[in-house]
């Protein structure tokens, strides 16, 4: 299994921009599909992003889409979300994970086999 360390989380106002990183070790990232999802305190986890193994394809969960940016740069083995307008209800542990065998990227968690450990992203004024 591949590991990932995710970086980049938090204390942010409302209206800012923050860019979480996710670094892969153990194996090559550009085998893997990878998405973010976030948990927020008294919530299940839901999804955010995935993006395909090449970068080009890319999904977005609805109450994300036009304020974050899923990207990857295989060569560096590293996976960014771009945040920005954050609002209070973006408040959340972020996490990244990995997809090693699907075909096409997937909101499903299930689908998804390697997990960081999360960063804190708190957006607060």
């Known amino acids: 299994q591949v590991q990932l360390v995710e970086s980049g989380g938090g204390l942010v106002q409302p209206g800012g921009s923050l860019r979480l990183s996710c670094a892969a070790s153990?194996?090559?990232?550009?085998?893997?599909?990878m998405g973010w999802f976030r948990q927020a305190p008294g919530k299940e986890r839901e999804f955010v992003a995935f993006?395909?193994?090449?970068?080009?394809?890319?999904n977005h969960a609805a109450s994300v889409k036009g304020r974050f940016t899923i990207s990857r740069d295989n060569a560096k083995n590293t996976v960014y979300l771009q945040m920005n307008s954050l609002k209070p209800e973006d408040t959340a542990v972020y996490y990244c994970?990995?997809?090693?065998?699907?075909?096409?990227?997937?909101?499903?968690?299930?689908?998804?086999?390697?997990w960081g450990q999360g960063t804190q992203v708190t957006v607060s004024s």
């Open positions: 993006i395909g193994r090449s970068g080009i394809t890319t």
């Open positions: 994970a990995a997809d090693p065998r699907n075909l096409y990227g997937t909101s499903n968690q299930k689908n998804y086999d390697s």
């Open positions: 153990g194996r090559t990232l550009s085998s893997y599909i």
